[in-house]
Nanobody, 120 residues
């Protein structure tokens, strides 16, 4: 099995910054893409992803404010969030596409979520 453990959420005032971390562990052969999604009341939406080669993709709403990065040696992905706005308030979920050691296939795994609240 594979576990994703997130940290770094919390309460911050508008204009502030937070840094989220997500560490993957378990029966990992390799990790393809990693990413962050968020869910306010409603659907879960993509925030940012990063491929195994470092290519990044961002939602338009966070471009220029959020930066995703990863440390492949530690199986960890980060999300640096600057200039936070009240509309960024949501539960943030880490995602990883993992090739597990016991199979040749890749599977999506999710973290438990971490709350980010931005006050106005």
């Amino acid at each position: 099995q594979v576990q994703l453990v997130e940290s770094g959420g919390g309460l911050v005032q508008a204009g502030g910054s937070l840094r989220l971390s997500c560490a993957a562990s378990g029966s990992i052969f390799s990790i393809n893409s990693m990413g962050w999604y968020r869910q306010a009341p409603g659907q879960r939406e993509l925030v940012a992803t990063i491929s195994s080669r470092g290519s990044t993709n961002y939602a338009d709403s966070v471009k220029g404010r959020f930066t995703i990065s990863r440390d492949s040696a530690k199986n960890t992905v980060y999300l640096q969030m600057n200039s936070l706005k009240p509309e960024d308030t949501a539960v943030y979920y880490c995602n990883a596409i993992v090739v597990v050691t016991t199979t040749p296939y890749k599977y999506p795994y999710w973290g438990q979520g971490t709350q980010v609240t931005v006050s106005s």
